[in-house]
């Protein structure tokens, strides 16, 4: 398998939209080209791109694709249309707020661009374009606030994740895993303990591959061993991701997100979530209206070809959790580090200079 220098697992290329497909890392590394927006709904769907900001990416740029596809001869057709093709993949995946944020954007961008309909759709490929370099410049910048937040002591710090909010999950760099990268590189990282992250297991097969692809030293523990490393003093700090941020500062990420904050809290070890502004939905003043993705069942019952229970059992797979504000110590953004409950007013008093 010929590895990858540099982890971009949205790219725009020449006419269409290339994606790693993360269904089948670590053991191949393979792109999946998506030429129509209804593939792309299908991707991100089927996890082939997976994270909120990748995601956010990937929706993007099928809303550039459905417009494209557009034979519409007017600018209400065209609009209407576009309405058409936002449902769709809409209704792909319902917790990670950027999908909506991103289709938003895409959405405006076609309602307040004038000239003609072959215009629009050129803005609409810029505006996906622009989404994408933006994410990327966001994570890097969490990465350099993450670096002030993390605590003194000791000099090397053992820092453990949880699911994959890495390169893989964003533009590139990563939120989490951009934090713990700009971390190996200041010097300040002596080890990642990844969460294997069940059902899905993006923590084993893709934080663990980003960590391996640049050296950076993992070690890889079932969900359940976390309090356990945090009781025998393993862990320094905690740093993870986040799909939705409601106003309050309560936080919806990958399932078993929750139990990591009370167990570091119970260690008085610090947690933080690491997450672009596009993350937060402040139409939600908590995070009790925030939708939780039921996946299917297999993802519980069965490993691979291997059914793990016997028959007759009934199952639950939450794919998301929602972690309260008051066990978060900062949330790690572009613009800085915030206490999540002073989320709203710092942002404020940074709009107002
Ligand atoms: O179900 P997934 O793999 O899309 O879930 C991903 C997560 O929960 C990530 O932690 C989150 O999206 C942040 S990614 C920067």
Redesign the pocket.
């Known amino acids: 398998m010929t590895l990858p220098t540099h982890v971009y697992p949205v790219v725009w290329q020449d006419d269409h939209v290339r994606l790693i497909d993360q269904t089948r890392l670590p053991a191949e590394y393979s792109i999946v080209e998506i030429h129509r927006c209804e593939d792309m709904a299908v991707a991100i769907q089927t ?1 082939i791109v ?6 956010g990416v990937a929706a993007g740029f099928g809303m550039y694709l459905g417009a494209r596809e557009s034979q519409a001869g007017d600018r209400a057709a065209f609009l209407s249309d576009l309405e058409t093709v936002a449902e769709t993949l809409r209704a792909t ?1 319902p917790t ?1 707020v950027n999908l909506f944020w991103a289709i938003g954007r895409m959405l405006k961008t076609a309602y307040e661009t004038t000239g003609s309909l072959t215009d629009t759709k050129q803005v609409l490929l810029e505006t996906a374009q622009a989404i994408a370099a933006e994410d990327l410049q966001t994570c890097l910048a969490i990465g350099v606030h993450g670096l002030q937040a993390l605590p003194a002591s000791p000099t090397k710090l053992r820092i453990l994740t ?5 390169a893989l ?2 533009a590139g760099y ?3 895993l951009g934090v713990i990268r700009s971390a190996w590189g200041s010097d300040r990282l002596e080890r990642v303990y990844a969460d294997e992250t069940r059902p ?1 297991l ?1 923590g084993a097969k893709l934080t663990a591959w980003e960590c391996v692809q640049e050296e950076i030293p993992v070690t890889l523990i079932t969900d359940s061993m976390a309090a356990h490393c945090m009781q025998q003093g393993m862990i320094d700090v905690v740093v ?4 939705r941020i409601a106003a309050n500062g309560d936080t919806a ?2 399932i078993g997100t929750y139990s990591l904050a009370l167990c570091a809290k119970a260690h008085h070890i610090p947690f933080f979530v690491a ?1 672009p502004l596009s993350t937060i939905d402040w139409q939600l003043s908590n995070g009790s209206g925030i939708p939780i993705e039921q996946r299917d069942p297999i993802e519980v019952y069965q490993v691979g070809n291997t059914r793990l229970c016997p028959l007759g059992v009934e199952f639950y797979n939450p ?2 959790d929602v972690t309260p504000a008051d066990l978060i110590a900062g949330i790690i953004t572009e613009h800085g580090v915030f206490a999540p409950n002073q989320l709203q007013v710092s942002l404020s008093k940074l709009e107002a200079g």
């Not at 997976?50 to 995601?55: D, L, T």
């Not at 949880?162 to 890495?166: E, Q, R, S």
């Not at 993870?240 to 799909?243: K, L, T």
């Open positions: 996890m997976r994270g909120a900001p990748a995601i995946r990670a949880h699911c994959n909010a890495g999950a964003t990563g939120t989490a899905r993006q993870v991701g986040a799909d990420n990958k997450a794919a998301f």
